[in-house]
């Protein structure tokens, strides 16, 4: 078993390294033990796999998002063409209005004989 501080050789089952002292148990989470190897591998996978799915669920995100922001604008846009043609047909009625009450007028003025036509 090598030390992991200063490399010395010790023998298999060794708590403590003979020549530094360091606790040789941390040799079980060493880069070589290949328990330790394939549950790095396991969790590599794993992340890769979460962060596939972490970015799906932004793109989903991103795109309800920006659906939302077309339908609003879309909204946005008809409400402008439903108020715009209110206003027009507002605009139109009052004309229509002023040259009803104008007709009247000059009627009822030829009825009274003050105007002529
Ligand atoms: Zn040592």
Known sequence: MKCPQCGFENEEGSNFCKYCGVPLSKQDYSEDNPYVKRRRVEDQLNNKANEEDE????IEKEERIRA????????????KEQKEKKKKGG?????????ETALITAWILRF???IDF
Request: net charge positive.
């Open 112 to 114: 009274l004989g003050i």
């Open 55 to 58: 970015m799906k669920e932004k």
């Open 91 to 99: 605009f139109f009625s009052t004309v229509w209005k002023m040259f």
């Open 68 to 79: 939302e922001a077309r339908a609003k604008a879309e909204k946005e846009v008809k409400d």
